[in-house]
């Protein structure tokens, strides 16, 4: 079926109607992820080593959040589970998995290497050891709710990708590969400076075993009050960045054909990649594979349009890892790193060798 468009030029109507259904599917995928948030929400509030019924708990937020008129058939304690134990756990790992997801885009697509993750720029290696120079410090201290380990882990990252960009020119053109290796370079030393701090820090050291593995067993309002407002704005910011990542993913000479300033605008991305999952890592501690896992399956449905990628990401990103702090909880508190790297090790290898075979972002 066809309609003219002049004498002689036909315009396929089937294949315009197959091409609107294509651009509209973000939208429609970005609905069906808010539904798969908010289920795994309420999933991950109900289940756990105490069970509660999920109309239970269902009924527990609506009456205290919206006073939804129900009739109090639960017991105090039962509330407190579920309001100051399991909700701020579930919007910690939420806010984790969204942050770490959109910093994942924004690094694989600025450094045009698809094996990237939020971790490449030495972020992980200076979180670590700043939580373990934490625990070696016999000092009792807290501000806003953090502890010293929470402040030290989220000093460390931020000094480890300051250290990254300042030593490669990370804002200047033709600074990819730079980037790369400096940030091989600052992990593999600041990693000498943890395993120093490993061999030294005696009882600790199963403390920083389980902050290496990730964990939210130990999140609270308090923790949550201070990462939230700082994964939601970098992560706000990130979106708003889409087309210039959209240029970018081009290459530097493309992007300022179109006037983009490619410094200012990779200096920015990283600079806002590297908060979002520094403020993530002093949260949660070190959680592999949700960066490098999530962007490349949302790629694999919508294409590399960052407009569509970011959104996406992000609420699949948070669902992704509010499921697999779920299945943590069932053998019994088993650390969220485990979980998220038995998933995303088959596939790293799987990429892996997609990209030995010419895979491009």
């Given amino acids: 079926m066809s309609t003219e468009l002049a004498p002689g030029i036909a315009r396929p109507t089937i294949a315009i ?10 939208a ?27 109309d239970q708990t269902l009924a527990i937020l609506g009456h205290r959040f919206i006073g939804w008129p129900s009739a109090v058939t639960w017991s105090p304690s039962t509330e407190t589970i579920v309001l100051e134990l399991r909700l701020p756990r579930v919007l910690s790992a939420a806010t984790v998995g969204m942050g770490l997801a959109l ?7 600025l450094l045009r290497n698809p094996l990237a993750d939020p971790y490449v720029l030495g972020t992980a290696s200076g979180a670590a050891l700043g939580a373990a120079v934490a625990l070696l410090v016999p000092i009792q201290f807290a501000f806003l709710g953090l502890g010293l380990l929470h402040l030290l882990a989220f000093a460390g990252a931020l000094i480890a990708v300051w250290l990254v960009y300042r030593l ?13 290796l400096t940030g091989y370079a600052v992990g593999s030393l600041l990693a000498a400076g943890l395993a120093m701090a490993m061999f030294l820090s005696g009882d600790n050291l199963r403390q920083i075993f389980f902050y290496l593995l990730g964990s939210f067993a130990a999140s609270t309002w308090a923790q949550l009050a201070v990462a939230l407002p700082i994964v939601a704005v970098g992560s706000a910011l990130i ?13 530097d000479e493309a992007a300022q ?9 990779r200096t920015l991305l990283l600079a806002l990649a590297s908060l979002v999952t520094a403020a993530s890592v002093a949260l949660a501690g070190l959680i592999g594979f949700v960066g490098l896992v999530v962007p490349h399956v949302v790629r ?3 294409g590399p349009n960052a407009r569509a990628v970011l959104p996406l990401a992000a609420v699949y990103g948070a669902s992704f890892l509010v499921l697999a702090d779920l299945v943590a909880r069932i053998p019994g508190e088993l650390p969220v790193g485990i979980v998220t790297a038995v998933v995303g090790a ?7 060798r997609r990209y030995r075979t010419g895979y491009q972002l």
Wanted: aromatic content about 6%.
């Fill in 28 to 54: 429609r995928l970005f609905v069906l992820g808010l539904g798969v948030l908010a289920v795994s929400i309420a999933l991950g509030i109900a289940f756990g080593s105490v069970s509660i019924p999920l």
């Fill in 346 to 352: 088959p596939f790293f290898l799987a990429l892996l």
């Fill in 168 to 180: 490669s020119g990370g804002g200047s053109s033709g600074s990819i590969t730079s980037v790369l």
């Fill in 300 to 302: 694999l449905v919508v």
């Fill in 257 to 265: 054909h179109l006037g983009l300033n490619v410094r200012r605008e």
């Fill in 103 to 109: 910093a994942g885009v924004v690094l694989q697509g």
């Fill in 239 to 251: 979106l708003s960045r889409a087309r210039s990542l959209n240029a970018l993913l081009l290459g």
């Fill in 17 to 26: 109607g197959r091409f609107e259904a294509i651009r509209r599917r973000p």
